[in-house]
């Protein structure tokens, strides 16, 4: 049987998540969330009885001291800088979330993260955890090479298939 605070913290998860609908069975127990579609608070609605036109002649033109509107600027091309950072995006691994959870760098607070920008891993290596459901989840590199970049701050809730840390492959 499920216990209160864990379906509150599979809802608080929910609700924080593109997720609309979760069925869950466990041990005999069954649990289905799903998110309303309709607003929260219903907003009165009045509809006024149609008018019927009024033609209105202008008596005068006056001219109106509004200031100049400036065109929409143009956006500027990706500086050259920019276009590389881009392309070698590109060639990057992606180490994405398997689930969705609350994203941890390292074992435990005040410890060292598992791994930092310029660390070498492997494919067993753990680079971080994911906690869903106070079940706290190792999440391995599954590639060899060297972390570029952390994508996610710590303790920042995560989605499904979000991308957690960008790997130069080996």
């Known amino acids: ?5 864990e379906i509150r913290e599979m809802i608080k998860l ?3 998540s ?7 069975e466990w041990e005999g127990s069954k649990l289905s969330i ?11 609605v009045t509809v006024a009885p149609p008018q019927p036109a009024v033609h209105v002649q202008p008596a005068s033109v006056v001219t109106s001291s509004a200031p100049e509107v400036q065109p929409a600027a143009q956006p500027e091309a990706p500086k050259p800088a920019e276009a ?5 995006e590109a060639n990057l691994h992606k180490i994405t979330a398997p ?7 390292a074992p435990e607070p005040g410890k060292p993260p598992y791994v930092q920008p310029g660390d070498k891993v492997t494919p067993n290596s753990v680079v971080c ?7 706290f989840n190792e999440i391995e590199a599954e590639v060899s090479g060297e972390i570029v970049k952390v994508l996610v701050e710590d303790g920042q809730l995560v989605e499904y298939g979000q991308p957690l840390f960008l790997v130069k492959p080996e």
Request: without cysteine; aromatic residues 6%.
């Open 99 to 105: 689930m969705v959870g609350t994203f941890y760098r």
């Open 34 to 44: 799903k998110k309303s579609s309709a607003p929260a608070a219903e907003v009165p």
């Open 14 to 16: 929910i609700d924080q």
């Open 1 to 5: 049987m499920f216990k209160l605070h």
């Open 84 to 88: 590389a950072a881009v392309a070698d």
């Open 18 to 24: 593109s997720i609309q609908e979760l069925k869950l």
């Open 129 to 135: 955890i994911l906690e869903a459901m106070k079940l």
